[in-house]
């Protein structure tokens, strides 16, 4: 491997080549701007660049070396040792949210099950699949796929997702009206950058909903208003009383409740929207995973494609690090999303999009849909049953869609209490309460995430927290 270094000298000074060498590198490793395990370039190429005679280098290393600052790979060069000076390795501390209570990652004892909802089905994610399609996008790539994205996003991936959310979601699109984003959170961020543009300050959000939405709402300078969710979804009578003319809503599977907004509240929200000349974003954040017999119901998007951003991620059905997200928009809005997105980035990365067009147009995709369904399916009823068995008196409720489920326990029960026992457990895990806006909710919940575990590991996590509600 040929390897380059900085290394700064001077060649008329008082001090050795030698001894300058030595004196930068240890600088360097003391500044943290060499870092530990650093491989360096061998002594001849590093002779080369420095135009100096390689013993001088050799020398250089060699001292090092003997000091400790350097190891000397058998047969594979040199480089900066580890830890220096007995120093320990920093593993980041998994970041504790408000409310989550229980032991960190990376403390004394691991973590048996960890129910926090977040990311997607990672052990599921197609990396053949994804290989193959990336393989063969990056061997067709000609000099246009590495230039500058499209602003709105690559044509193939914005004609195979205009078919397949028309297919799966019955969105109302055309390639011309969809932005291929990172993920919903930039959608979310756009859509914060041009509401007031067309003079609303407010947007109004689901109660319970995503704590992380409601606080990017309030710092991107609108008002969050919450607004309940019942059985039926959003309560738009109430939202029609808040006086807001713009909502976030989860329509197909509320988060975190999981219930669908029902047909009589869809045409209520159309008709909230006409009345205020208002707008919609929804978060389709989990569309293609449906576990129930039967169609799950399709986008409210179809409702009133002129009033609703219909907005669509990879993070759930594929990785959140992929940031690889969608919105469908009417064109006077996608207008403005596409000027608001111009002062943020320019674009989402080329062959990160045509592998996933060609996932999409090769029914690799639907495929894999297919596959994450029935684990999905098999994890829901494991969870269904080990409640029944283990949590008499609490409830799964809400779909079998998505890759968490909320959870209600039996009223009397502490919630922070329970959660924090079952962190002693070493099982993690939230209450519903950082999800609510306020206060005034009725009954103590979890919300288990599941994506990850095996059917087995469902069962055994729900055993574990009903230990941790009977102390
Ligand atoms: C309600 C909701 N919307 C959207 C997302 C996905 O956001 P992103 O696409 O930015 O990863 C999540 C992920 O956890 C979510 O819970």
């Given at each position: 491997m040929a390897l380059h270094m900085a290394v700064e000298v001077v060649r008329d000074s008082s001090h050795s080549l030698t001894s300058q060498i030595q004196e930068f590198i240890k600088r360097e490793i003391a500044q943290g701007i060499l870092h530990p395990g650093t491989r360096l370039p061998s002594s001849r190429r590093l002779a080369d660049d420095l135009d100096v005679s390689r013993s001088v280098v050799v020398e250089a290393y060699g001292q090092l070396v003997a000091e400790g600052y350097l190891e000397a790979l058998q047969g594979a060069g040199t480089r900066v040792v580890r830890h220096l000076g007995g120093e320990q390795p920093v593993v980041p501390a998994l970041l504790e949210e408000p409310g989550r209570g229980g032991p960190r990652e990376g403390a004394a004892h691991p973590v048996r099950w960890d129910l926090r909802p977040s990311g997607g089905n990672l052990p599921a994610f197609p990396r053949r699949e994804w290989l193959g399609c990336y393989q063969r996008v990056l061997h067709r790539a000609g000099p246009a796929e590495h230039d500058y994205p499209s602003l709105a996003g690559e044509a193939d991936l914005r004609l195979e997702l205009a078919r397949c959310l028309g297919r799966l979601r019955g969105v109302r699109t055309s390639p011309a009206q969809l932005m291929v984003v990172a993920g919903f959170a930039q959608t979310l961020g756009l859509m914060c950058a041009v509401l007031p543009v067309?003079?609303?300050?407010?947007?109004?959000?689901?109660?319970?909903?995503?704590?992380?939405?409601?606080?990017?709402?309030?710092?991107?300078?609108?008002?969050?208003?919450?607004?309940?969710?019942?059985?039926?979804?959003?309560?738009?009578?109430?939202?029609?009383?808040?006086?807001?003319?713009?909502?976030?809503?989860?329509?197909?599977?509320?988060?975190?409740?999981?219930?669908?907004?029902?047909?009589?509240?869809?045409?209520?929200?159309?008709?909230?929207?006409?009345?205020?000349?208002?707008?919609?974003?929804?978060?389709?954040?989990?569309?293609?995973?449906?576990?129930?017999?039967?169609?799950?119901?399709?986008?409210?998007?179809?409702?009133?494609?002129?009033?609703?951003?219909?907005?669509?991620?990879?993070?759930?059905?594929?990785?959140?690090?992929?940031?690889?997200?969608?919105?469908?928009?009417?064109?006077?809005?996608?207008?403005?999303?596409?000027?608001?997105?111009?002062?943020?980035?320019?674009?989402?990365?080329?062959?990160?999009?045509?592998?996933?067009?060609?996932?999409?147009?090769?029914?690799?995709?639907d495929r894999h849909l297919r596959r994450l369904n029935s684990l999905g399916r098999s994890r829901r009823e494991a969870l269904e049953e080990a409640v029944r068995r283990h949590l008499p008196g609490a409830a799964v409720l809400g779909r079998g869609a998505g890759l968490h489920a909320y959870l209600q326990l039996p009223r009397g029960t502490d919630e922070a209490a329970l959660v924090a026992r079952a962190g002693r457990r070493r099982v993690l895990v939230r209450g519903a309460a950082p999800f609510h806006a306020g206060p005034g909710r009725s009954a103590p919940a979890l919300v288990v995430g599941h994506a990850h575990l095996p059917r087995t590991g469902v069962a055994e996590a729900v055993r574990e927290l009903a230990a941790a509600a009977r102390r």
């Open positions: 067309i003079g609303i300050d407010a947007l109004a959000v689901e109660d319970p909903g995503h704590p992380g939405q409601r606080q990017f709402v309030r710092e991107s300078g609108l008002r969050a208003v919450p607004v309940p969710v019942d059985a039926e979804g959003i309560d738009v009578a109430a939202l029609a009383a808040s006086g807001a003319r713009a909502v976030l809503v989860t329509p197909g599977h509320q988060f975190p409740t999981g219930v669908t907004l029902s047909a009589r509240r869809r045409e209520a929200l159309a008709r909230w929207a006409r009345d205020v000349d208002g707008w919609i974003i929804e978060d389709d954040y989990d569309g293609g995973l449906w576990y129930e017999h039967g169609p799950r119901p399709l986008a409210l998007q179809r409702t009133d494609p002129e009033r609703v951003v219909y907005a669509g991620t990879a993070s759930k059905s594929l990785a959140p690090g992929l940031r690889l997200g969608w919105l469908a928009a009417p064109a006077p809005m996608l207008d403005l999303l596409l000027r608001a997105r111009a002062r943020q980035d320019l674009g989402t990365e080329t062959l990160t999009q045509l592998a996933f067009a060609e996932l999409l147009r090769t029914g690799l995709f």
